[in-house]
């Protein structure tokens, strides 16, 4: 792996990430009226990094059929297991399910409105479109605005664009916003938070252990020595955090239109 090109890259980003630790999103998170609404606005997130996720594996490895090699053997072995764990993870009960479907779960727990979200996964099983959706439905804007740069990099066709949206404005950040957002609030409110807590700490435990050090490695494959690589890597990267910054000022302000009654 490049160390030093990694190396780099995180420093460039420190200013950014930096801003998405300090946010006051994270205090404004008090009981479960706080929680609900962030649940409800961030499932989003949560399904469009399926997305990517899936779109790495398409361009990584091969899918169709008949099958034949392609690509590189390191980056489809490091992309297809850290799809084994997100999209067929273990439950608190031993049972297969994806990290989307638990946080589905941890929102009926706590008592978060899915529907949108069950809206939005039936129009698309029933062949409406990423976009047609996100306007029909009644999906915030500055919810509406994260997918769609998501999937404005998924349509880059960029494998390399993808893998640093992928690792870096996903894999190498989520662990630390999930530590602040957590906080006693599971202590707080006993068995209502199982299913979050268990999410949370499946993310923090395999995206810095496990999956990070390998979507970095992948990103490295990729890049090579190709400088102008790493510098689109960049720019994507700062681009997401800078989106998810987006994102949470929107969050806020809905926790903070709703305390004001």
Known sequence: MCHERIQWLQSELKPHRDALMEHPLYESIYDLADLRPFMEHHVFAVWDFMSLLKSLQRHLTCVDVPWTPHGNAANRRLINEIVLEEETDIDP??????????????????????????????GLRSGK???????????PSHTRDFVKHTFQIIQSGQPHRIAAAFTFGREDVVPDMFRCLIGDMNRRYPGTLDSFQFYMDRHIHLDEEVHSPLAMQMVSELCGNDDQKWEECREEAVACHRMRLHLWDGILEKIQQNKRG
């Open 129 to 139: 479109s990423v976009y047609t959706l996100l306007e029909k439905l009644p999906v």
């Open 93 to 122: 009960e031993g049972q297969p399910i994806s990290h989307f479907e638990l946080y589905v779960r941890a929102m009926d727990e706590c008592g978060a409105d899915t529907q949108v979200m069950k809206d939005f996964i039936d």
